[in-house]
């Protein structure tokens, strides 16, 4: 057992008090500190985002061992530098109003302090390696999210044309950056039997598919009839169901959370 650094815990609780505040779109767009401005829906479904991924940064920090912080290390290294990216390549953008010091503050540490940990901490094996009951929803959500994210982030471009609402180059990727994270997350938490190091991944994709349906369902007006936005809703629907009952699995397990038979020792 490898406890977790102090410093690796306010690490990630200093970024959920900093961030979370971006959760304030969800229930009040018009007061969204994003340095960007945005449409009401997307100022919600950019609030669901930071909401879901605060959920699973605060169980991953309450953690008793590393390995339920290493899954969301992975993530959070992927969103801060990603995030860093596009602020700078669009700082025009993000600093037409003023200059958002604190958000240029924290995109500028994350992905440095991220580094550190996983250098220093080296957090690249699994707690308890091997494939579980959960296995496949977490490779199918990793695929699904991975390409999602890879359109979002490689051809914004594309990603506008296809996405349910009207969203801008710069926002396809910032919102493909969380869904890589996600993405890279579930990859991670397949290959991991540990309950306890499964649950924040779990959780925040749980709050992800319930926060984007209450976003989406308070602006359906907004959205562009047709199949993209009845994938839209079938996908985060099947989603919630999927997530919150393995939720529950590992909250209160009707059994263990087995390694598959014939798939790892």
Known sequence: MRPIPLWLRALFLINVVLLAPQGIGLFSPGNIPFPVSVSPLNARFIGALYLAAAVGMILSALGDDLADIRIFLFGFAVIALLVLVVTFAYWSDFAATRVPVVWLATYVVDPVAAAAALVALRP??????????????????????????????VIPGMATLIWPWKITVLLARVYGAFLLAFAVG????????RPAAILPAVASTAAFAALSLIASLLHLDRLTPGLASGIWFGVLALALAAFAAALVWLLWPPAPLALVPGRSK
């Open 186 to 193: 579930a990859l991670l938490a397949a290959r991991e039997a």
């Open 124 to 153: 690249l094996r699994p707690a308890r390696p091997g494939a579980h009951r959960l296995t496949m929803l977490l490779v199918l959500e990793s695929a699904l999210f991975g390409v999602l994210g890879i359109v979002l982030v």
